[in-house]
C-alpha cells in the first residue's frame, strides 16, 4: 500500500478542516419576581388544607389570652399592650413556629434538593415561603384586634395599621423562624426553637411592658416583634406620635430584611450540603 502525500491530491478531494461549532448559550436566569410568584403560589396551594386548622388554633389561642387578661389589667395603656400583643401573636405563631417547621422538615426530609434543581433563585424560595405563611395569619389577626378592642373598650378607627404591622412584623418573624429551621442541625431542634420564639413572642409582647423588670424590658427590646406591637399600641391614644410609629415600623423593615438575609444564606448553605 502506498501512501500518496495530501500536497499531489486533487483540488476537489482535499480533506477540509473541520470548524469548531459555536457553544450554544444559556438561557436568560429566571428574574426574583416572577419565580417568587410562582414559589408563593406553590406554597399557598400547599399549604391551604393544611394549615387552616393550626391557624385556627393559633387565633383561638390569642383571643383567650386577651379574655384571661381581661381580669388583670387594670388602665387603658396595658390594656393597649394586651390587645396589640396578642393581634401580633399570631404573626409570631405563623411565622416562627410554623416556618422554622416546615424549614426543618424540608431540610431533614431531602425536600431542599427539589428546590434546588429548580431555575429560581434562593431568594424566592425564602420569601415565597415566608410569604404564603404570612398570608394565613391576616384572618386570625383581624379577628383578635377586632374582638380585643370590643373586649377591652378601645377604638376601631386606626385598625388599618394593621396592613402595615402584618407584612412588617410578619418578614422579620418569618425570616427568624426560616433561618432557625434552615441552620438546626435536627428537626426536632428547630420545633424547639420556633416554640422558645413564639413563646418569647408571648410573654415579652402580650404582658404590658410596665410591670416587667428592668433585664426583661431589655430582652423585650431585641424581639422584633415587639416593635410591631407597640406601633400598634401607639395608634389607641387620642393623638398617636406618627413618627414614633413609623420610626417602630421602620425597625420592624430592618429587621426583616437582615432576618430574610440570613435565611436567604441559610438556604444557600443547606441546599449544597
Known sequence: ??????EVLPSGTRAVPETARPAAELGPPAR?????VAVYRAQLSRARVARI??????????????????????????AQSVVAGSS??????????????????LRASGGLDHYATLPVP??????????????????????????GCVLFGLPLSNLWILVAVIPLAGAAL???????????????LATLLGQLGMSAALLLGVLPADRM?????????????????????????AHPDWAVVLADLGVCAGVGVVSLAVATWAYRRAAVR
Open 1 to 6: 500500500m502506498s501512501v500518496v502525500p495530501a
Open 32 to 36: 426574583l419576581w416572577p419565580s417568587l
Open 53 to 78: 386548622p393550626l391557624l385556627f388554633v393559633a387565633t383561638f389561642q390569642s383571643v383567650g389570652i386577651a379574655v384571661m387578661m381581661r381580669g388583670v389589667v387594670d388602665s387603658d395603656s396595658e
Open 88 to 105: 401580633v401573636l399570631v404573626v409570631a405563631y405563623v411565622a416562627l413556629n410554623l416556618l422554622s417547621q416546615y424549614f426543618g422538615q
Open 122 to 147: 434562593p431568594a424566592a424560595v425564602v420569601l415565597g415561603a415566608a410569604g404564603a405563611y404570612a398570608s394565613f395569619t391576616v384572618p386570625g389577626t383581624l379577628v383578635t384586634a377586632v374582638f
Open 174 to 188: 418569618a425570616g427568624l423562624g426560616a433561618a432557625c429551621g434552615l441552620l438546626a442541625p435536627r428537626p426536632e
Open 213 to 237: 423588670p428592668e433585664f426583661v424590658r431589655l430582652a423585650r427590646d431585641l424581639l422584633p416583634s415587639t416593635y410591631g406591637v407597640e406601633a400598634y399600641a401607639r395608634t389607641f391614644g
